[in-house]
Nanobody
């Protein structure tokens, strides 16, 4: 099973970016999917999660600016980031609880860099 992220990059303050994360491999079902972020030396921080039914949860620092969504048919989760601030600069990691026929496990993507700078 793999999670492959895309969509990071450099953007000016106030701008927008959209991250995508696609799951592939031997997958029976996907439960909660989400995004976390981490700067060097800091602990990983919740950005947003979304259940298989589509119920979202957001971290306090991104509520009202970021939107998480998923396409279950494509096994993909998205993060629409608006009104970006310099403090949003981080490596963003995709996370998913993925189930095979008999067991569910926690998977992480490789991370994608988001830099907000003028």
């Amino acid at each position: 099973v793999q999670l492959v992220e895309s969509g990071g990059g450099l953007v000016q303050p106030g701008g927008s970016l959209r991250l995508s994360c696609a799951a592939s491999g031997s997958i029976f079902s996907i439960q909660t999917m989400g995004w976390y972020r981490q700067a060097p030396g800091n602990r990983r921080e919740l950005v947003a999660t979304i259940t298989s039914e589509g119920n979202p949860t957001y971290g306090n620092s991104v509520t009202g600016r970021f939107t998480i969504s998923r396409d279950n048919a494509k096994k993909t989760v998205y993060l629409e980031m608006n009104i970006l601030k310099t403090e949003d600069t981080d490596v963003y990691y995709c996370n998913a609880v993925i189930c095979g026929l008999t067991v569910c496990s926690d998977y992480w993507g490789q991370g994608t860099q988001v830099t907000v700078s003028s």
